[in-house]
Each structure stands twice: as structure tokens, then as C-alpha cells.
């Protein structure tokens, strides 16, 4: 069942900030705009938060512990709705993304929104043509390839390889997109990042490789396939 409160923001559609106002975590400054990513809620201190990007491309966060559209209201204006980019990907039109991208090409956030819509819609030449973009670097390619993982987007992961990201990259955590797969249990996606080179050695920061996740989390298709590799 969807939250109530994810509907109290479109995603990618841009908001401007009325006025100055300091939130549990951010601070926002009148005539911002910001680009609504999503919504998240934490058990652990009962707070919802909605997620922005800015025109830099920084997340920013506002945070209410009830949900609350006056207080929405009184704070953000919408300002535009979302882009022609994220429709085409959501509807999964190539040529209507390559349009868009044509006419305006697009920040930080929009492509992470954009290739999300792509994912959601199981488009994988959208979710690809994002990872080509020029603007686009090895981090941002990294980030799109470990959320194809995640989401066990097998045809995306494919186009993302294709277009040359490497199987390999790790985040900061010293995170894979194999052990992403490993974690969701995504018997097929292992399969392909294997195939592509994928190292089931590597280790986090923490020492876990992808079969020490898979094992605690009882994914045994997945332990399987890793150690026939081994």
C-alpha cells in the first residue's frame, strides 16, 4: 500500500522554496528551486523525509515527523512538472528520450531521476542512453549500474555494461554491483555480471564478499552460482 505521504510531492517535478526556513536536517533558502526525488520514512525516529536535488545536484532533505500538506504548502510552490525526459523514460520511448535529451540535456538530478523512471518501466536503451551522456562520469555510471542491481534489472544491467561501466566499480563502502545482486537474490543478474567479468572476490570495507551476503541472507541459488566460479 502506498504511503500517504509520497503523495505530497511529484517526483521530478521542480519546487520553488517561499521562504527562508531551517528543517531537522537542511536549511532552505527563498527562491530555491529544488527537483523532488523521493520519500523515505525511519522507524527509528518516526520522521518522514522527502528528497530533493538542487541545481548543484546536492540531496536536501526536509523532514516532518507528521505528514502535513499545509505545512508543504506553506514552504514549496510547485514550479514546473516533470520533464519530457523522465516521461519518455517511464513510458519507455528511446526516440522521445534522445528528444528530450536533444533539446535540453540534462543535470544530475534529472538523470537520476530519469534513469529511475527507466528502471521502473524496465526500458533498458533508456536506463543505457543515460550512462553515455557527456556529462555523466565514472561515479554517477557506478551509482546507475548498482541500482540495476539492486532493482534485479537484468536488461538494464546489460545496456549499462554494454555501454562500457565497468563490472567492477566500487563505491565507497567497497560495495559491487555483484553483491547487490547477490542481495536481492537476483539469480540472473549474478549470472550476467559473471559473465562479465564480475570479481567474486572482492571484498567490502567491511571483509563481506557478495556469497557472505548472499549465505546470510539464505539466497542459496546465489551462493551456488558463486561458488561453482570459485
Not at 522521445?96 to 538530478?109: L, T
Not at 559491487?176 to 570479481?199: N, Q, Y
Request: aromatic share 8%; charged share 30%; proline share 2%.
Amino acid at each position: 500500500m502506498l504511503d500517504p505521504a509520497d503523495s505530497l510531492f511529484t517526483a521530478g517535478a521542480t519546487y520553488l522554496v517561499r521562504h527562508d526556513a531551517i528543517a531537522d536536517r537542511d536549511r532552505f533558502i527563498e527562491g530555491e528551486r529544488l527537483l523532488y526525488w523521493r520519500h523515505a520514512y525511519s522507524r527509528y525516529d518516526d520522521m518522514h523525509g522527502w528528497f530533493f536535488f538542487d541545481e548543484s545536484g546536492r540531496v536536501r532533505s526536509w523532514d516532518e515527523s507528521d505528514v502535513s500538506e499545509r505545512a508543504r504548502d506553506d514552504l514549496f510552490a510547485l514550479s514546473e512538472n516533470p520533464s519530457a525526459l523522465q516521461v519518455a523514460c517511464g513510458r519507455g520511448d528511446i526516440a522521445a528520450a534522445r528528444a528530450a535529451i536533444a533539446e535540453s540535456m540534462p543535470g544530475f538530478g534529472m538523470r537520476r531521476i530519469a534513469f529511475e523512471a527507466a528502471c521502473e518501466a524496465k526500458a533498458a536503451d533508456c536506463a543505457g542512453l543515460m550512462a553515455v551522456l557527456p556529462d555523466v562520469g565514472d561515479e554517477e555510471r557506478r551509482d546507475f549500474l548498482h541500482e540495476a542491481s539492486r532493482r534485479g534489472f537484468t536488461a538494464g544491467l546489460r545496456a549499462l555494461l554494454d555501454a562500457g561501466v565497468d563490472v567492477n566499480a566500487t563505491d565507497e563502502y567497497g560495495q559491487t554491483a555483484l553483491l547487490w545482486a547477490a542481495v536481492r537474490g537476483a539469480v540472473d543478474c549474478v549470472d550476467l555480471l559473471l559473465s562479465r567479468g564480475a570479481d567474486r572476490t572482492l571484498r567490502t570495507r567491511a571483509g563481506k564478499t557478495a556469497e557472505d551476503h548472499a549465505s546470510a541472507l539464505k539466497n542459496d541459488a546465489v551462493v551456488e552460482r558463486l561458488r561453482l566460479t570459485s
